[in-house]
C-alpha cells in the first residue's frame, strides 16, 4: 500500500494497485471455496474486469503522455 499512496511516480502507483487488486480477487475466491458458495464469485469477476479496465486506461495515459 506504500507505493499506492507514495509510489516514485504514476506507473508504479498503477501496478501496486493492480497487484492490490489481484490480492483482493485470491481473498474473495479463498473465501468462496472456503465455504462453498458461489455468491462471491460475481464479486470476483467484477473486481477483475474493473482492474483490467483501470490498467488499460491508466497504461493508455500514461503513454500519451510519454509520447508528447
Known sequence: MTRVIRGPGLADRVIALDVALVALMGAIATKA????????????A???????????????????????
Not at 467484477?46 to 509520447?67: D, K, N, W, Y
Open 33 to 44: 471455496a472456503s465455504t462453498g458458495s458461489t455468491t462471491y464469485l460475481p464479486i470476483v
Open 46 to 68: 467484477v473486481v477483475a474486469i474493473v482492474g483490467f479496465t483501470a490498467t488499460v486506461v491508466m497504461t493508455r495515459f500514461l503513454e500519451q503522455g510519454s509520447s508528447s
